[in-house]
């Protein structure tokens, strides 16, 4: 008689050290310039949006919201690799995803000021996106209702890729779904659901776990045993890895391998991207009352900017020499910034929906009581 208590620990699969050094040249995607500089640009844009929205929350300027501070390479590594008509289920820490993707800041702002000409017409709270057009489902608050509902996505269209043809070597024809969630959602039992549903159906989903470290307040040695969420894959069967979730580029190569596997399977496949939330919860949460500054900081001497930066400057970046400068750095912060307030101060100027918002879209006829 032998009972299992040992078991190996899952590694994580790097291409950059923390220096934004490669680490094993065979790694490297050698992405096309223009394509490292858009997940570049994204980054930062996301970053410099951050900085401007989370201010105007502690004006009183919206109601709320929350940074991604710390997290950009998760956004833009699984973004890049993925194509707009793949499908996303998100949390509510994506927004790198959505952007990169093509939505508009001025849409982002809209929806932050809830205005007339925000896509949800005021209903949902700050930073709760989304974009039937560029195939983003609806943030919702509560945890871990997306992943069901992901997986009930995914089984569709893997009956749409059959009738489709296709199958393996031609996975860029296909569509997936992309869930994310953080290690806290991994604790509800919708999550659990959606990853047995997922691999008794064969269904093309990539579960994206952003284990930051938090589940709000609670760290992640409070809410589970075991080898972190990556671990859970292989009992349901589950194509599984674990990431550097601070390397763009390691982000992109997992992604874009999960992709093809859950396309030509069709089969479920499970990333465990290690990061760390940098900024509070959201403007409602301090996180100085349950973590210290040092450790905050010992995770912001090197950052997922900060990283791939380092590797396009470096003179091997492309076969032209570096794509970026210090100088290349400073203009385009200063030009994004102006862009992002420019659309800050035209949607704060916007009025809110009329009342009747909160029926139209909702009932295809309006009832005579509501009218």
């Known amino acids: 008689m032998e009972f299992l208590t040992d078991y190996p620990v899952i590694p994580t699969y790097h291409v950059l050290d923390e220096h934004g050094n490669v680490i094993d040249s065979s790694h490297d995607p050698k992405l096309p310039a223009e394509t490292l500089l ?9 970053n410099v949006m951050d900085l401007i929205l ?3 929350q502690r004006q009183g300027r919206i109601s709320f919201y929350m940074t991604n501070y710390g997290e950009e390479a998760t956004h833009m590594g699984s973004a890049a690799a993925l194509t707009n008509d793949d499908v996303v289920f998100g949390q509510y820490r994506e927004a790198g995803v959505l952007l990169y993707r093509g939505f508009p800041i001025s849409q982002f702002m809209n929806q932050c000021y809830s205005n007339a000409l925000d896509f949800g017409r005021g209903r949902q709270m700050p930073v709760h996106y989304g974009s039937k057009e560029l195939n983003f489902q609806t ?3 509560p945890l871990g209702t997306q992943l069901p509902q992901a997986v009930g996505a995914a089984y569709a269209l893997k ?3 059959k009738a489709n043809g296709v199958g393996v070597g031609n996975s860029e024809k296909g569509r997936c779904v992309v869930v994310y969630f953080g290690e ?3 604790s509800e039992g919708d999550c659990h659901a959606a990853m047995n549903m997922a691999a008794t159906t064969e269904s093309p989903v990539i579960f994206f776990c952003r284990n930051n470290g938090y589940a709000i307040s609670t760290p992640s040695r409070e809410q589970y ?3 972190g969420i990556a671990s859970r894959g292989h009992g349901y069967g589950i194509d599984t890895i674990r990431v550097d979730g601070n ?4 982000v992109y190569n997992v992604m874009k391998e999960a992709r093809r596997r859950a396309i030509e399977g069709p089969r479920p496949v499970l990333i465990e991207a290690l990061t760390y939330r940098v900024g509070h919860h959201s403007t409602s949460d301090d996180s100085t009352a349950y973590r210290s500054k040092s450790e905050v900081s010992s995770y912001t001497r090197t950052t997922p900017l900060s990283r791939f930066a380092a590797y396009l400057s470096h003179p091997s970046a492309s076969p032209t020499g570096p794509l970026w400068s210090t100088d290349q750095e400073k203009s385009f912060r200063s030009s994004v910034r102006k862009d992002i307030l420019q659309a800050f101060s035209e949607a704060e100027g916007i009025k809110k929906p009329g009342l009747e918002w ?3 879209d909702v009932y295809d006829e309006m009832t005579e009581g509501l009218r």
């Open 159 to 161: 009956r749409e890729n």
């Open 38 to 46: 858009r997940m570049y640009k994204s980054m930062v844009t996301l």
């Open 184 to 186: 806290g959602a991994a």
């Open 358 to 360: 909160m029926f139209r």
């Open 54 to 56: 989370y201010d105007a």
């Open 139 to 141: 943030i919702s608050s």
């Open 225 to 227: 045993r075991g080898d």
């Open 247 to 250: 390397d763009v580029l390691a």
